[in-house]
């Protein structure tokens, strides 16, 4: 389905094939089931499959973390932190590894607010991890550049 609607257009597919395979694949990241999805499309060897599992991560924290089990989230940032300092240390492509660095700050910015914070120190956690999986030097500047870019935006105050 992800390569289907990634793969250049043929002949035999309409925009309207295009876009029916578009909206399944957004319908399926609404599921709750997709949060089990992460880790299979990242192990693809597709690399278009590899971004899509590392957007359902961030889609996931960004959209359902409301319905996500509190008491489940330092599993999971642990997981998104060991999932991206892997990603660094076997060279995936940037733009999946960015992918993986938003959903990762897209997390912080969920976990580091109120008394106590969930994740005290996170930036110099994640870097520590990633240099700890052998993550290259570019790779580490990069998420601290995206974490600048993500925080800059960010709505830290609420309504």
Not at 34 to 62: C, M, R, S
Not at 86 to 92: F, K
Not at 122 to 139: E, H, L, N, Q
């Amino acid at each position: 389905l992800i390569q289907q609607a990634y793969a250049p257009p043929t002949i035999s597919t309409s925009p309207d094939d295009l876009k029916r395979l578009q909206n399944e694949l957004f319908e399926l990241q609404k599921r709750p089931e997709a949060w089990g999805l992460v880790i299979p499309l990242l192990e693809h060897p597709d690399q278009n499959v590899q971004f899509y599992g590392a957007h359902t991560a961030q889609v996931k924290i960004a959209r359902d973390w409301e319905l996500f089990p509190a008491e489940r989230a330092p599993q999971l940032r642990d997981l998104m932190v060991q999932l991206t300092a892997h990603s660094m240390s076997i060279g995936r492509a940037k733009f999946i590894l960015r992918k993986l660095c938003v959903a990762l700050t897209t997390l912080a910015l969920k976990l580091v607010p109120g008394h106590p914070t969930r994740w005290p120190e996170w930036i110099v956690a994640c870097v520590v991890a990633f240099s700890g999986a052998g993550a290259p030097a570019d790779d580490i500047h990069d998420f601290l550049a995206i974490v600048g870019e993500e925080t800059g935006n960010a709505d830290l105050i609420g309504p």
